[in-house]
């Protein structure tokens, strides 16, 4: 028998609906299951989520941050640290380089009563867009990388990773040391962890080290091409050049650097770590960088976590891997900490761990705050991997 | 002073022969291509790839870039700029959407070499070639920049003689001032259309590995920051005339190598893009642009 069009019709709207409320009842089930966010004490699941760059310019900060991530997390429950069958749970959203993508995820995530916490954007703009936000939703948020001012701004938002200002003093011991007293500065003056070092951290420490600073050489992040400024600098023959620039800038500059005769020492910064120096090859030997974790580490901790990380993605970690290995066990000791898993036992034990500091694979954590801090560590790059100069108390 | 010229001139090559592809199809067939910058990155990624792979001297690896270059430039337009020309109903409608679509288009590679990269650096470090050092007369150069600068002026040149001189030039230019009379003329526009994008990819894609070469890497991006410079030098130089291409880009390298041997690094954006905006008020139509508008 033929049904008529409009019983058709309705049919199909009664299934829709009861589709709909299947749905809604799932959820409601899965949100039963996970807890409720808000609810004190530690639930069977613990629903994180991971609202970072995963495609886009700085994708790689994203990628190795979720890596540490769920290797920290796939740790925590193995061993059983939160107890007996509780898990702790990541899902990552990409964020594809973008600050609208960002804000609209986050808003999702944070209006979303089964999450816990969230490990946050590692895109400075982002961050600092979000920052607000989960304030407002009161949503316990790391951040890894992030370094920009806005970001730590309220009780709500944490950072694993240490500005790199507050350990390039390495760098510039070293030079002092090695009694390297005329440097050249080539710094990325519109990216401002370059240029607070540039213009402001480096020349203080360079004064106090008895250095003397022989020139200062801005540029945009839009400069593709170093062929003129590093002939200025090759010119002047300085003890050692101290490179403040991006990836693929960095790259150039070194290459273009030995091109134009200069045979100096060159200091760079983390930035050059996680393998960024393969591509200049030879030129890029020799490479001195402080950073906040190298896979040349000498600790029980790093050992282990360099292994582990190499079982399971089958290449070395990088700084990034690092913060968000780092990051994930320092949420998970808050958790521990505070006896809670809801969003303001959360930010109770974070808070709590950073008064008391703790161990991780980038050395003795301290912490400013709700933001980390880090012993750092100098290494050399010998074109295809990092050497350890000193540890700066890392290991 | 004279070190500062060498470089100006080095890096204007470069400017010239990304801007070079774009400006010859933006001028004659009146596709303003924004996926050009893509398409320079793309073709250096691939090199890149079959460099990983094997080890080539740097003309094999530029001919794979190009080649590269034109198979993406041409797919833009077969699959991409062609239906859409096609189905506008008049000019200024199509120049719109094929500027939108060029950003669509842009996505695509720019999302894969993100992906396969994680948007760190990526050069030809598999390939056999390594830049000598030498000095003439004092100036210090290597054998990448000269290799640049020749094949940037000479391309530079020959394309505008081309253009001026040849059947198909005047083919191309005829399409530029009207594409209707043209084809009532006997011009197959498709067939010159498919051609000058192919051209123009091709040109990417050599701009892809020179500067990849000059650079040691590049990033997924890198070809963004090119498209803003080279639509700023054709506009400079006038649209329609590849002299003026040729002198914008060295203008404006020029501008730039000024303000960085200034070390007033932080204002090269900011002067040399002023420079053009002042030449823009005073001639509206560029430096040898037409005063009417006209695609010649």
Known sequence: MRVPHRWRRLRRA????????????????????????????????IRLLGVRDQTGPVAYAGIGGARGGKLAISEINRSGFLGEGVKLTIEEIDTAGSIETASAEMAQATADRTVHAIMGPTQGQQAATVAPMVERAQVPTIFTQAGSDGVVINDYTFRATAPMASYYHLATEYLAEKRLRDVSVLYNATYPTFAEIGEGSFPKQADRHGLNIVSSTPVQSTTQDFT?????????????????????????????LRQ??????????????????????????GVIYPTDFSPALTSEKARDFVAAFRERFGRKPDVYAAEGYDGMWWLARAIKESGSASREGIKRGLQQVAKDGFEGVMGELTFEGNDMRVPGVLVRWNGTSEELVSDGGAS | MAQHILNAVALGSVYLVFALGMALAWSTIG???????????????????????????MPAVVLVAVAAGALIATLTQVLAFGPIMRKATDHRSAELRIL???IGVAAIPLAIAERVTASAPFGFRGSTYQAQVFEVLGLRMTTTVLVIVVAGIGIGVGVWRWLATSRQGLALRAIGVDSETASLM???????????????????????ALLTFQLGAISPASGDQLLIK?????????LG???????????????????????????????????IFVVLLLRPQGLFGRKEVRRT
């Open chain 2, 186 to 208: 006997g011009v197959d526009r498709s067939t010159l259309a498919l051609g000058t994008m192919a051209t123009s990819g091709a040109l990417a894609g050599l701009a892809g």
């Open chain 2, 241 to 275: 005339s590849m002299g003026g291409v040729i002198v914008g880009a060295f203008v404006l390298a020029g501008a730039e190598t000024f303000v960085l041997a200034m070390n007033q690094g932080t204002w090269v954006d900011a002067v040399s893009f002023g420079l």
């Open chain 1, 14 to 45: 009664t299934a829709c609906a009861l589709v709909a409320v299947a749905a809604v009842v799932m959820s409601g089930c899965d949100a039963a299951q996970g807890g409720i966010a808000t609810q004190e004490g530690i639930p069977k699941e």
């Open chain 1, 228 to 256: 003129t400024p590093v002939r200025s600098i090759a010119g002047e023959d300085p003890d050692a050049v101290v490179m403040l620039l991006t990836e693929p800038q960095s790259v150039t500059a070194l290459t273009q």
């Open chain 2, 100 to 102: 939108i679509g060029g």
């Open chain 2, 230 to 238: 080279a639509f700023a030098i054709v506009v400079l130089g006038g």
């Open chain 1, 260 to 285: 134009a005769g200069y045979d100096g020492q060159v200091m760079g910064t983390s930035v050059q770590g996680g393998g960024n120096l393969t591509e200049a090859g030879k030129h890029g030997e």
């Open chain 2, 31 to 57: 596709i303003l291509n924004f996926a050009h910058g893509a398409t320079f990155m793309f073709s250096a990624f691939t090199a890149h790839v079959v460099t990983q792979h094997v080890a080539m001297p």
